[in-house]
């Protein structure tokens, strides 16, 4: 079965004011692109080349803007918009006749993941598509996250928000591969008491069903969440740090949609043109010439 990707990027971004005043956070710059570009070049790591993108109605316009229609690197990209933040479970809601009667993946606009062996693990969860699949990330302060337990056999056995005593010490990030039946799960759920669709509601009912795997990303995978001033400058002292070191890029679409095949070695050459007073169009550049 075939698998769709929506990116939610709606949200008031109260925890980047007053940056995030006059424009969504997942436009804001991290090093040397806009957010937003970090997780769709997820998406396109999983092999997905349908992707919605889910909005504020002020800034929809924008990621238009920006994005446009996907052709540009072989993909389709459509646009939805959440009038307001009534949670991230709603994307389903949003995105139901996107969806259609295919699986999908949900990512949140302001994560990032990078690491050598992340391209193999998302393949493989989306390859798994007779049960759903989150992620479980070590950390070292477990009570300031989602929490998630795991059995032996990678299931998923409870999920807490923020415990005083965390059951394990794995955080669960803001990307979830997910069965069609997401849509209709989407729409039993009950509010939490602060009026939102909870992702964590969706999870315990995969997890009562026992079809809901855990993907553990071991040591050699990052993941920032963006959402607030430090991270956001720690994310993009790390992209910077790794590009400046190793002349390459960290989550690029133009370089993941040729890789992937999605486009020619032309193609590429044509989206590097308007970059070219750029190190991003120069290593675009490289990349088609043959050089990297």
């Known amino acids: 079965m075939a698998r769709k990707g929506i990116i939610l990027a709606g949200g008031s971004g109260t925890r980047l004011y007053p940056l995030t005043l006059a424009t969504s956070k997942q436009l804001m710059p991290v090093y040397d692109k806009p957010m937003i570009y970090y997780p769709l070049a997820t998406l396109m790591d999983a092999g997905i080349r349908e992707v919605l993108v889910i909005t504020t109605p002020r800034d929809n316009e924008a990621f238009k803007n920006l994005l446009g229609d996907g052709k540009k690197w072989g993909m389709r990209i459509e646009y939805k918009v959440q009038e307001k933040p009534n949670g991230l479970a709603e994307a389903f809601i949003i995105g139901e006749e996107f969806i259609g009667n295919d699986n999908v993946v949900l990512i949140l ?6 690491g050598e062996s992340l391209k193999e693990i998302l393949e493989r969860s989306n390859a798994r598509t007779e049960e759903s699949t989150i992620f479980g990330y070590h950390v070292d302060d477990p009570r300031r996250y989602g929490v998630v337990e795991i059995d032996e056999s990678g299931k998923a056995v409870s999920i807490e928000e923020k415990p005083e ?8 990030p803001g990307l979830y591969f997910y069965t069609n039946d997401v849509v209709r799960i989407a729409k039993t759920i009950t509010p939490s008491e602060r009026g939102e669709l909870e992702i964590t509601s969706v999870n315990e009912e995969y997890m009562k ?3 809901l795997h855990v993907e553990k990303l071991g040591r050699g ?3 920032f969440d963006t959402g607030t001033h430090d991270a956001l ?5 790390f992209v910077q740090t790794i590009e400046k070191r190793q002349g390459m890029q960290i989550c690029c679409p133009d370089e993941i949609a040729f890789e992937n095949g999605w486009i020619s070695s032309e193609e590429l050459k044509q989206l590097a043109e308007p970059f070219m007073k750029t190190n991003y169009g120069k290593f675009l550049k490289r990349l088609a010439d043959g050089e990297i």
Request: charged residues 30%; aromatic residues 16%; glycine residues 4%.
């Open 109 to 114: 606009g302001d994560n990032l993941f990078y």
């Open 209 to 211: 069903a026992k079809k």
């Open 165 to 172: 005593e965390p059951k394990s010490e794995y955080a669960v």
């Open 221 to 223: 995978i990052a993941w």
């Open 233 to 237: 400058i720690e994310t993009t002292q």
